[in-house]
């Protein structure tokens, strides 16, 4: 049975599109037909990481939302572009990185309920086993829309107060809609924190299980976006993390 996974976080700068892609790539690897759309249309970005350049994208998210094309016109197979082995496939629906179409979003908005008729759609039409969505940060009506269609959310968090507010916020949230599979991930933590204290604090505070806590990385921060980091470092701590996320899911 396929599965919608809503990747989140409250602020932005947590992470959240990396472990989007990273988890996307290492389901692939294990032999998963995966979907993977942008829904962050304000601030788009995740392409950067399939290495999807803007002047290959020939429709976008936008362009279903706006009635120029189906949905699956907007998939683009990036599975080639992993540099890995993997046994399954990867399909990207990005959002237009274009200024004026962005602009347009911003101005004049757009129907948010084609959202969940595409989603939908593309795991059917697409034979998908998983749709990872990769959200807005914050809570918005397209936001609330992804959590509450999605059979699990995967909450990603820094160990920073400003983000234990907010994710308060976006747990209770997604309590409220009944989301069947709800898990946190700390991302970025300093090497001078206990990662089992951490996990416990966080634990106890939202009565919410921790599905992993990912170091802080220099070499993260070197690769800058530029690639798919569990691919490229597979013994490395994060995707060891990444990797029990992914057994969680897959569970």
Not at 146 to 171: N, W
Not at 182 to 202: G, Q, S, Y
């Amino acid at each position: 049975m396929s599965k919608i996974v809503a990747i989140h976080s409250f602020r932005g700068g947590t992470g959240k599109s990396n472990s989007t892609a990273n988890l996307a790539s290492l389901l692939a690897v294990n032999g998963a037909r995966v979907g993977v759309v942008d829904t962050d249309i304000q601030s788009p970005g995740i392409h950067i990481l399939f290495n999807l350049d803007e002047s290959e994208i020939s429709h976008s998210l936008n362009d279903y939302l706006w009635g120029k094309c189906g949905i699956k016109d907007a998939a683009h197979d990036v599975t080639g572009r992993l540099a890995a082995d993997v046994k399954g496939q990867i399909f990207l629906i990005p959002s237009s990185i274009k200024a004026g179409e962005i602009a347009r979003v911003l101005r004049e908005g757009y129907d948010v309920g084609l959202l969940n008729d595409g989603f939908r759609d593309i795991v059917s039409e697409m034979k998908l086993d998983y749709l990872m969505i990769d959200t807005h940060p914050g809570l918005n009506e397209e936001t609330l829309l992804s959590i509450a269609i999605s059979d699990a959310l995967v909450i990603i968090m820094r160990p920073d107060q400003q983000d234990y507010q907010g994710t308060a916020v976006t747990v209770d949230v997604a309590r409220k809609l009944d989301v069947p599979n709800l898990m946190l991930v700390v991302n970025k933590a300093p090497a001078a924190f206990d990662a089992e204290d951490i996990r416990a604090r966080v634990e106890q505070s939202y009565n919410c299980k921790v599905a992993a806590i990912l170091p802080h990385s220099d070499e993260m921060m070197a690769l800058a976006s530029s690639g798919i980091f569990s691919l490229q470092f597979p013994d490395h701590a994060i995707t060891k993390g990444y990797r029990d996320i992914v057994a969680q899911l897959s569970a």
